[in-house]
């Protein structure tokens, strides 16, 4: 009924061995079925809408793709770079270089955060407070393996302090203005006051300073090539999860107006924390409702302007110092390629406001938000006015999780409890950019880390079928 070999409503199937279900198709979900295949594992995707790659899926508008995130990369996002390598995608690599800027008192500034140099030549830094810099790596050090990518539990006992009091500390007000902070909040659309100082420090160690790179061709090709990699039912919903008392998962199952039931050995809840809890909440103990509960994202809201010309000749993303009631965050400016995401001699704006604008304007109407990002964009760039074919308006009501201060010990005291749930036999997991860290590569370094946990807990897969 479902395309779905497990059980379906009639019991006219039984299950294969080591089945595993994964429920959401955004990266994590589509990195943990990837990943589960791979392993020997029978896996099937369930995604409730009827293309896969969740907040990763591209707009597609009068043959301009529009990437939500803008599809940037850079050498720190390896898990993403290698899955692309993997899944045989070289025509979305190498990355097209991109040019980091700055917004300074109304000018656009090239910068290059590489270097110490290059730090002390970003704008409203001078070269004796850029000189700070250089105690950064003898504390990276001595923080040792607390700062690990693939656990980010181990951070906790460094999650006491924001980032803004942390960078003010160790190196000044310009330092953590003009450097830190735009650093972190590019991807996070984090608040420096609030943010956990664990949060830089991942993005410092990930290599955060890497020059960046767009990929060459839309997401939507690495999203579908995953997709097409392991048996997938887009348009089926899954309602509701639970834990069989003999072992494994039964889980409900609605496609249109049908409904029906399969069992699985596993499942990864590859969903936001919110939708993980209405799904299987009943499974839940107390703590971990309440750790679920307390995850928040940040909405987002972009604009996206299709340019009858390109600004530049190279694409170029500029970042926006925060300051207070100013909209903008980042813009990238994408100048179109023959064969590529924008047509050849045109362009693309993507103006992505910051969280706490879109957090203000998330309902406003689609004119207000054209309005006030371009008008802040026509500060820098006047001829921006009037230079568009269209625009569009995009509203993500949970576009990114936040990492404030707590949120890694929340991590840890999480991860603490499935383990134990996990030694008890509970075979529910859970990947999501909220356990691992803002942006794709995190995302998907969260399903891969599930299906490790499957695969752990179920040992080698047999495909044998039970008759």
Not at 169 to 174: A, E, P, Q
Not at 222 to 234: F, N, Q, Y
Not at 352 to 376: C, H, M, N, Q
Request: with cysteine; glycine share 10%; aromatic share 8%.
């Amino acid at each position: 009924m479902f395309g779905f070999g497990f059980v379906d409503v009639r019991g006219l199937r039984r299950m294969a061995a080591k089945q595993v279900a994964v429920v959401g198709a955004g990266i994590a979900g589509l990195g943990a079925a990837w990943r589960l295949a791979q392993r020997g594992f029978q896996v099937s995707l369930f995604e409730r809408e009827q293309r896969p790659g969740g907040r990763a899926r591209p707009v597609i508008r009068e043959n301009f793709t529009i990437e939500r995130a803008g599809a940037i990369v850079s050498a720190a996002d390896g898990a993403l770079l290698s899955w692309i390598g993997e899944l045989e995608l070289p025509e979305l690599l190498p990355p097209r270089p991109v040019v980091s800027a700055l917004a300074h008192r109304d000018r656009v500034r090239v910068i290059d955060s590489r270097s110490l140099l290059g730090v002390a030549r970003i704008p409203g830094i001078r070269i004796y407070q850029a000189l700070r810099v250089l105690r950064l790596p003898r504390l990276v050090a001595r923080y040792g393996n607390r700062i690990d990518p693939e656990r980010p539990e181990r951070a906790a006992s460094l999650d006491d302090r924001s980032l803004a009091d942390f960078g003010r500390l160790y190196f000044g007000v310009r330092v953590m203005e003009q450097w830190m902070s735009p650093l972190v909040t590019r991807a996070a659309l984090a608040d420096a006051r609030e943010a956990s100082r664990v949060l830089f420090l991942h993005h410092y160690r990930d290599g955060a300073g890497e020059r960046l790179g767009l990929l060459r061709l839309s997401s939507q090709e690495l999203i579908d090539r995953a997709a097409s990699s392991v048996p997938a039912s887009l348009g089926v919903c899954v309602t509701r999860v639970e834990s069989r008392s003999g072992g494994g998962v039964r889980f409900n199952l609605r496609e249109g107006g049908r409904e029906g039931f399969a069992k699985a050995d596993a499942i990864v809840l590859a969903l936001p924390a919110p939708e993980a809890v209405e799904l299987a909440g009943a499974e839940f103990s107390f703590a971990e409702r309440d750790a679920l509960e307390k995850v928040r994202y940040a909405p987002g809201l972009s604009l996206a302007i299709a340019l009858r010309r390109p600004f530049h000749t190279h694409p170029q993303q500029i970042q926006f110092p925060h300051r207070e009631g100013w909209p903008l965050e980042s813009v990238l400016l994408e100048p179109g390629v023959a064969g590529g995401r924008v047509p050849e001699g045109r362009g693309l704006a993507l103006l992505r406001a910051t969280g706490s604008w879109s957090a203000a304007y998330f309902e406003a109407p689609d004119g207000t938000v054209s309005k006030a990002l371009i008008d802040a964009l026509g500060r820098f760039f006047p001829r921006v006015h009037g230079a568009g074919i269209f625009t569009e308006v995009l509203r993500e009501k949970r576009a990114v999780p936040r990492f404030d201060v707590g949120r890694y010990r929340a991590i840890a005291d999480f991860t603490r409890i499935q383990a134990d749930w996990r030694r008890r036999g509970r075979r529910i997991y859970f990947a999501g950019d909220y356990l691992m860290g803002p942006g794709w590569n995190a995302a998907l370094r969260s399903g891969y880390r599930a299906a490790a946990d499957v695969e752990e807990d179920l040992g080698p897969s047999t495909q044998s079928a039970v008759a």
